[in-house]
Structure formats: C-alpha cells, structure tokens
C-alpha cells in the first residue's frame, strides 16, 4: 500500500503561559492568526482551526501541514504566540493511505474581529 504523509501541529497552551492584559492578548491573537495568513497564502497549510470544547482545555488548536516536522517546527518557530511563550507547537507526522484524505482552500481570518470560532485563547 502506499501512502502521503503530512505534518500535524497541535497548538498547546502551556501550564507557565504568562498572563497578558487584554489588550495585550488580543493584539497577540492577531499577530498569532496574520502569522497563520501568511502561511495559507504560501500554500503551506492543508487545513486548519482551533479545537472547541477539547478534553485537554490546553489543546488550542490544529495545523495540516505538506512539510516536514523540521520544517512544520521552524514555521512555528516565527509564530508570535509561540514566541510569546502562549502557546507551544507539538509536531508530528501523520500518514495516511494514498488519496484517502483530501484538502480544498483554506480560508482563514487574519485578525480576530474575522474569526467565526470564537476565542482560541482562554
């Protein structure tokens, strides 16, 4: 059989995240999802979004991406969030049968005033 593999990130807040005014926070939030933008429009994220009411209320959100794990951390890397210490990327391959799996455009909100979901970072 063969296979694709992709590069999953899982966005974790971490239990040491430091607390930001809000203002501060949301000016974070934006900087965190124009990051994102810029990714999507290098065509370099397959799907992603934030998790909602996830077991772990750490978990954030979830990133598909077609590089690979070094490449996936570098990216995460630059992301203001994670640079802020606010969230942490946790980097994974994923492989799946050949096809089985398929992605269309992805859209994504570049400030959170466009973001439908609702807050990601509690």
Not at 12 to 33: F, M
Not at 80 to 96: E, K, N, T
Request: aromatic share 6%; net charge negative.
């Amino acid at each position: 059989m063969r296979y694709d593999q992709h590069t999953v990130v899982l966005l974790v807040r971490p239990p040491d995240a430091p607390e930001l005014p809000p203002d501060a926070a949301e000016r974070l939030r934006d900087a965190h999802l124009a990051h994102h933008a810029g990714l999507v429009e290098r065509g370099l994220v397959l799907a992603a979004g934030p998790f909602v009411d996830p077991d772990d209320e750490r978990m954030s959100g979830f990133v598909m991406l077609p590089v690979g794990p070094d490449e996936a951390r570098e990216l995460y890397r630059d992301d203001p969030a994670v640079r802020a210490g606010r969230l942490v990327a946790r980097v994974a391959s994923w492989r799946v049968p050949e096809g089985s799996v398929r992605f269309g455009e992805v859209p994504i909100p570049v400030a959170m005033l466009e973001a439908a979901a609702g807050d990601v970072y509690r």
